[in-house]
């Protein structure tokens, strides 16, 4: 699976930034995407997730009240779309892809297929 991830940048605390995430394939065929984060020196975590067969959006408890995961399945792609973001949201985020829906669908180590990450700063 290729992936074309895009939107990150450098914001103010406060801001708001988009993250897309583009596959190669269709999006339907495949049992969840979802966006992953690894800060410095940290392990990577869930973000937000959707089980593609069922159109069930899954958020970690941090993000559930800031962040909206959106997809276009005409597109293949997957948004992330981040309010009111904080300096503890900067770091690397991941799109990935599990090929077949399971238990561990939304954890970051139950995914086939990984993105090269986009870049979140937020800092003043």
């Known amino acids: 699976v290729q992936f074309v991830e895009s939107g990150g940048g450098l914001v103010q605390p406060g801001g708001s930034l988009r993250l897309s995430c583009h596959i190669d394939g269709n999006l339907v065929d495949y049992g969840s995407i979802g966006w992953f984060r690894q800060a410095p020196g940290q392990e990577r975590e869930e973000v937000s997730c959707v089980a593609l067969p069922y159109d069930i959006i899954h958020y970690t408890a941090w993000a559930r009240d800031r962040f909206t995961l959106s997809r276009d399945n005409a597109k293949n792609t997957v948004f992330l779309q981040m309010n009111s973001l904080k300096p503890d949201d900067s770091g690397l985020y991941y799109c990935?892809?599990?090929?077949?829906?399971?238990?561990?669908?939304?954890?970051?180590?139950?995914?086939?297929?990984w993105g090269k990450g986009a870049l979140v700063t937020v800092s003043s």
């Open positions: 990935a892809v599990k090929s077949v829906f399971g238990n561990d669908w939304c954890a970051h180590q139950g995914m086939d297929y």
